[in-house]
């Protein structure tokens, strides 16, 4: 059953994070970070053009620095509030967080095959899993309900942005896994659909 204080919002927009350095050295950020580049800083520029007739009065962001970077881009330009919500910040890589995934296997060894036998419930060692985020997805999206005024903007991340999806769309853990979110793109969710920007 859900608490009765739940209040999501009836329609969101999502928007990812704009391009990191790592995401170029394909190394797993979770509740790491590093910069946006240049390109990064372009989409969430595209982003707010994007949203510009949306009529957004809120942005709740994840409080990790590329997701807040990008969220600030997209508030400078839309006059938008800006709200930190702790609870959309990316899965936690615990202690493969910051690594290629050749340096995991090196370090890590049969972390790849335990992952891949149980992608939902697996654990990054030190850090979390899918199942785990959800909870705080659903968290998020309730604290956003209430913070915001309209259809607010989320800015997050990948991993818990399909954690936030599935809980808008009602999915189950295997299409949930199966959602991808590109930099730059924005979905809008309304009613438990969803339709790309």
């Known amino acids: 059953m859900l608490p009765e204080d739940r209040h ?17 050295e394909h190394r797993l950020q979770g509740q790491l970070d590093s910069p946006l580049t240049a ?13 510009a007739g949306a009529a957004i009065l809120t ?13 600030l881009i997209i508030a400078e330009r839309l006059g938008a509030e800006l709200i930190e919500v702790p609870d959309l910040a ?13 340096e995991i296997d090196e370090r ?3 972390a790849r095959q ?10 990054f060692p030190g850090g979390e899993s899918y199942a785990q985020a959800r909870t705080r997805a659903r968290r998020a999206l309730s604290a956003c309900g209430w913070a915001a005024t309209g ?17 808008l769309r009602g999915l189950d853990a295997a299409h949930a896994l199966a959602l991808r979110h ?16």
């Open 8 to 24: 999501v919002p009836a329609r969101l927009f999502l928007a990812r994070h704009g391009q990191t350095v790592w995401n170029l």
């Open 39 to 51: 390109e990064g800083i372009r989409q969430a520029e595209a982003v707010a053009e994007k949203l």
């Open 59 to 71: 942005i709740c962001s994840s409080p990790l620095g590329r997701a807040l970077r990008t969220a």
């Open 90 to 102: 990316e899965v936690h890589h615990g202690d493969l967080a910051g690594l290629t995934w050749d």
């Open 108 to 110: 890590h060894p049969g």
């Open 114 to 123: 335990e992952r891949a036998a149980n992608r939902y419930g697996w654990a």
């Open 151 to 167: 259809a607010p903007l989320l800015v997050s991340h990948e991993m818990i942005g399909r954690m936030l999806r599935a809980e």
């Open 182 to 197: 590109p930099h730059g793109v924005v979905f809008e969710i309304g009613n438990g659909v969803e339709r790309m920007l």
